[in-house]
């Protein structure tokens, strides 16, 4: 990620980078370079939202670089009235995913991120797993005038999947059913269809969303796979309108995550390692 935004704002004078206290090491070059279009504005997320919608409205692209609930929930209001409001577009990576901060705490933890962001009509939401994935999903859409959430993760994908902007990507066809797959749930899904006559489809998009993919391949029963809250993708399931399949869904529960500990301590608390996904999964398929 931080090659890819250096050559961004090295490559266009039309750009600017605002960090939030965070990254700063990693952009330290940039920082020095081009002191009047790299910032670190410190812990104040929401002003750096309306210093980078200023600067978009005067033709300038903005990328702003934070941790998941500090931008999306913190400065929820600042990215519904400066952005969407305002019709102007922007780029706003962010580090942390549901619970990469796992001994942090519920403050760190971000879950809810897709499921908010979905509410703000035009807004772009983007999982890449993979630094490839974010590369592609960056160059395909940075300086598309729209404004764009790139949700990072910092427990990448070992299967790396060559994917499209917008595009669901067919990994595996099956008879049985067809799951689902979103973000840096991949390898666990992998390893639980082992063996599964099942379809996998993997998405690395949110908004938007392949809805043509998921028509032509969710058949009979349908398992949706993704590291955010429960119901995330209700309103997408119900678009894809006439007869819609059995779905099971295997997400974060939608409750307080009160536990501390590692990522993985956290998955096994629920139930979303790749042995209890393949519990869920058969059970799902072998129900009459």
């Not at 666990?188 to 993919?213: K, N, Q, R, W």
Request: with cysteine; net charge negative.
């Amino acid at each position: 990620m931080q090659k890819e935004v250096s050559q961004f704002i090295a490559g266009d004078p039309l750009t600017s980078l605002f960090l939030v206290d965070i990254g700063v090491w990693a952009f330290r070059d940039l920082l020095l370079e081009y002191p009047e279009r790299v910032k670190n504005i410190g812990i104040f997320e929401p002003g750096t939202i309306s210093i980078a919608a200023g600067l978009s409205l005067s033709g300038v692209t903005p990328v702003v670089y934070g941790i998941s609930p500090f931008i999306v929930q913190r400065s929820l209001e600042q990215l519904k009235l400066d952005f969407v409001y305002q019709g102007t577009g922007g780029n706003f990576i962010t580090t942390g995913a549901s619970y990469d901060f796992s001994t942090l705490g519920y403050s760190h933890y971000c879950p809810e991120d897709v499921m908010t962001l979905k509410t703000l009509p035009g807004f772009e939401i983007l999982t890449p797993a993979t630094p490839g994935q974010f590369t592609t999903l960056f160059h395909a859409c940075a300086k598309n005038g729209l404004p764009t959430y790139f949700r990072m993760t910092d427990h990448c994908n070992k299967n790396e999947v060559d994917v499209d902007y917008g595009k669901a990507k067919v990994l595996r066809q099956g008879q049985k059913g067809t799951v689902a797959v979103w973000a840096e749930m991949l390898d666990a899904v992998i390893e639980a269809c082992g063996g599964m006559d099942v379809s996998i489809l993997y998405f690395t998009s949110a908004v938007p969303f392949d809805y043509g993919a998921l028509r032509q391949y969710a058949g009979r029963k349908l398992v949706l796979c993704h590291p955010f809250y429960e119901g995330t993708f209700s309103d997408d399931i119900q678009k894809l309108g006439g007869g819609l399949p059995e779905i099971c869904e295997i997400a974060v529960p939608k409750k307080v995550l009160r536990s501390y500990g590692t990522k993985e301590e956290k998955d096994l608390g629920l139930s979303l390692t790749p042995e209890a996904i393949k519990c869920r999964i058969q059970d799902f398929l072998d129900r009459a």
